[in-house]
């Protein structure tokens, strides 16, 4: 059974973390300077999540827009990933996480993230999902 029931769960829970992260975090004035920009490609639900230094895009919004670096997953893959249950490497060497765009912007992102994932368990909780 997948960790989030519906789309619409995704989409509340990453809208708030991800506008959180780029206003009250470094990760907002890092994708500006880096001129970087993130496209999420999950499954299981299917949502199309696009991030830049404005805040996220979702849907048909997400899916018009080009960005610096894909990433494609399922929700679980992404909820482990953000919980720090998942080690990137094997996951990318596996094929859990396909990535695509410049290797150098994809390192660069990396530690960016990291603030999304200390905040990633509240949003958990508040939205009844597990944190294991």
């Known amino acids: 059974m997948p960790v989030f029931k519906d ?3 995704a989409v509340e829970l990453f ?3 991800w506008t959180k992260m780029v206003r009250e975090t ?3 004035p890092k ?3 880096g001129n970087m920009s993130i496209k999420y490609v999950v ?5 199309t999540m696009y991030v830049d230094e404005n805040g996220p895009l979702f849907g048909e919004e997400a899916d018009a ?3 610096t670096v894909t990433m494609k997953m399922t929700c679980d893959t992404a909820h482990k990933f953000w919980l720090k249950n998942l080690n990137v490497p094997k996951a990318l060497a596996l094929r859990q996480i396909r990535a695509k765009g410049p290797v150098g ?7 960016l993230l990291k603030p999304g ?3 990633y368990p509240d949003y958990c909780r508040k939205f009844n999902l597990p944190v294991k």
Do not use: H, N, Y
Not at 43 to 47: A, G, N, R, T
């Open 65 to 67: 827009k080009a960005a």
């Open 7 to 9: 789309a619409q769960t």
């Open 26 to 28: 470094e990760f907002g």
């Open 31 to 33: 994708l500006r300077e």
């Open 15 to 17: 809208g708030e973390l």
């Open 117 to 119: 994932q200390a905040l």
């Open 105 to 111: 912007k994809i390192l660069q992102l990396l530690p």
């Open 43 to 47: 499954s299981d639900p299917e949502v």
